[in-house]
């Protein structure tokens, strides 16, 4: 039995017209030094790891000396002290996966932006595993050739 060429070509387009429609739902933006982008990805990736890690010390370290952070309900934190301060776990608690997505990154010069989404899973002392995401927004700053966080601001999203 031979299946008509229209029906496979109708399924096709049907999947072309689904994956464009959820295109924009996963689009990035990168303007810059192809090198400085890829350097702050690749920063993306291990202050993730960092968390995963719990290591306050590296991700107290991925900040400039004046970083400041601006988390969500509370105050501007700012000064290594505070950042690993705020970085150090509670006993017992543990981020078991942590992922950031930029949605747009721009370098311009020796200073960079970008935003876009993060998620992550946490486990507390009993076991139990709770998932959260939100937003963002980082502006780099370049120093001896390494991009380090310089403002961090973040809110998470209303669970769906």
């Known amino acids: 039995m031979t299946i008509p060429c229209h029906t496979s070509l109708k399924s096709l387009g049907s999947l072309f017209l689904i994956a464009s429609l959820h295109l924009p739902l996963f689009s990035q933006t990168y303007s810059g030094n192809q090198e400085d982008i890829d350097q702050i990805l690749e920063n993306i990736q291990k202050f993730s790891s960092y968390v995963m890690n719990s290591d306050a010390e590296k991700i107290a370290d991925a900040y400039t000396t004046d970083g400041k952070i601006f988390p969500d309900n509370r ?3 700012e000064g290594r002290e505070a950042l690993v301060r705020y970085w150090t776990s509670p006993e017992g608690y543990q981020t078991t996966y942590h992922k950031i997505t930029p949605s747009e990154i721009s ?3 020796e200073t960079a932006y970008d935003y876009g989404y993060y998620e992550g899973k ?4 009993e076991g139990q595993e709770s998932s959260w995401s939100g937003k963002y927004v980082i502006v780099w700053k370049k120093l001896d050739n390494d991009w380090k966080i310089y403002l961090d601001m973040w809110n998470r999203r209303a669970s769906k």
């Not at 946490?122 to 002392?125: F, I």
């Open 75 to 77: 105050d501007i934190m």
């Open 107 to 109: 370098i311009e010069g």
């Open 122 to 125: 946490s486990k507390n002392p």
